[in-house]
């Protein structure tokens, strides 16, 4: 399986499929509809650089801790 995830600057798509391609494919279909109801401007060939693919097993979890820091940490820092 692969997570499909296309990040902007004000939205965020995520996908589970089975291959890249469909993962791909989900992401430009749900893109189309977004940039159709809302107007957007940005064409899917724009955005194909904030695309990132991850596989993933079933009963697998990933995360991105090693950027990770507790919020509570930075509670009163300047």
């Keep these: 399986m692969i997570i499909g995830q296309l990040r902007t600057a004000n939205y965020e798509f995520t996908t589970l499929q089975n291959t890249v391609d469909d ?9 189309e509809i977004h940039a159709y109801e809302s107007g957007a401007s940005y064409s899917w060939d724009l955005l194909l650089d904030s695309v990132t693919m991850q596989p993933i097993r079933l009963g697998e979890t990933i995360n991105d801790c090693g950027r990770c820091e507790n919020a509570i940490s930075h509670k009163g820092k300047k």
Aim: charged residues 0%; glycine residues 0%; neutral net charge.
């Design 23 to 31: 993962a791909l494919n989900a992401l430009n279909i749900a893109w």
